[in-house]
T-cell receptor, first 112, second 113 residues
């Protein structure tokens, strides 16, 4: 009965490849988010979707493209992976904009 | 200057101690204040959530917000080894249908037996 689940948990790939990370929430929330946590553990927002509509896009390179097929899913596709993309990517969701966000356990992306 | 400043620690305390974790912020638009706990290789777990100045208590945890000084704190009473984790303060300003969380850098806490 995991609330926010991400797949895969670990992703190791070569520079230049394209990869996707999937996120699903079973909380019935309307808003979903992607965050990036760097090697210094600093968490920074990347995107937010509300009911399949892009709401927040925080100056992320356009190699990153989020896609929300329905309000329970928010996937992240990354083209032409670079060394600097190595990080932990967290998905989160909230019921409304003034409600707290609940996080998944992250996807650890390593670029070789 | 970062929008949210948090002492990275690490902080090491004996079991049973009272722990005080603090963050300061510069953005007056922040309306909601949270504390998350993050264990190694896990996602942030919400501990406390508040939107007004003052204290909010939940079991051994007390969150304190002082909007006039732009300062928030988390107190942990009777600390336990299971409290050993990284604690992240987070603040948000609401823009329409989404809120953007701005995190502190996290404080690593170690509670020793």
């Amino acid at each position: 009965d995991t609330a926010v689940s991400q797949t895969p948990k670990y992703l190791v790939t070569q520079m230049g490849n394209d990869k996707s990370i999937k996120c699903e929430q079973n909380l019935g929330h309307d808003t979903m988010y992607w965050y990036k946590q760097d090697s210094k553990k600093f968490l920074k927002i990347m995107f937010s979707y509300n009911n399949k509509e892009l709401i927040i896009n925080e100056t992320v390179p356009n190699r990153f493209s989020p896609k929300s097929p329905d309000k329970a899913h928010l996937n992240l596709h990354i083209n032409s992976l670079e060394l600097g993309d190595s990080a932990v990517y967290f998905c989160a969701s909230s019921q409304m904009s003034n409600q707290p966000q609940h996080f998944g356990d992250g996807t650890r992306l390593s670029i070789l | 200057q970062k929008e949210v400043e948090q002492d990275p620690g690490p902080l090491s305390v004996p079991e049973g101690a009272i722990v005080s974790l603090n963050c300061t912020y510069s953005n007056s638009a922040f309306q909601y204040f949270m504390w998350y706990r993050q264990y190694s290789r896990k996602g942030p777990e919400l501990l406390m959530y508040t939107y007004s100045s003052g204290n909010k208590e939940d079991g051994r945890f007390t969150a304190q917000v002082d909007k006039s000084s732009k300062y928030i704190s988390l107190f942990i009473r009777d600390s336990q080894p299971s409290d050993s984790a990284t604690y992240l303060c987070a603040m948000s300003e609401v823009t329409g249908t989404a809120s953007k969380l701005t995190f502190g850098t996290g404080t690593r806490l170690q509670v020793t037996l």
